[in-house]
């Protein structure tokens, strides 16, 4: 049986709301997640699918500002062209 001192301290926020609060001001520590971390290690693992559509015996390189391998046959998975009408 957990006493007062072994409690959390109640948030009365939606996640959403304190993810926009946490994000407003500048407080990635308040999120409880390292985007510094998550971010580069989703996209190894989002590239690790791109090579493994791909196959074995084309050379890839990542381009993280431009978001290219400079091989198009990786490069189609990674961009999309939508039908005329649609964007996002």
Partial sequence: MLTGKNTFKRI???SDQL???TIKAN????????FDYAGPLTETMLLGCVAARVGSGTKRTWDSKNMTTGNDLADRYIR?????GWSL
């Avoid at 407080?27 to 390292?34: F, L, M, T, V």
């Avoid at 999309?80 to 005329?84: G, K, P």
């Fill in 12 to 14: 009365n926020y939606k």
């Fill in 19 to 21: 993810l926009s609060i």
């Fill in 27 to 34: 407080d990635y520590d308040g999120s409880k997640s390292n």
């Fill in 80 to 84: 999309h062209e939508y039908r005329n």
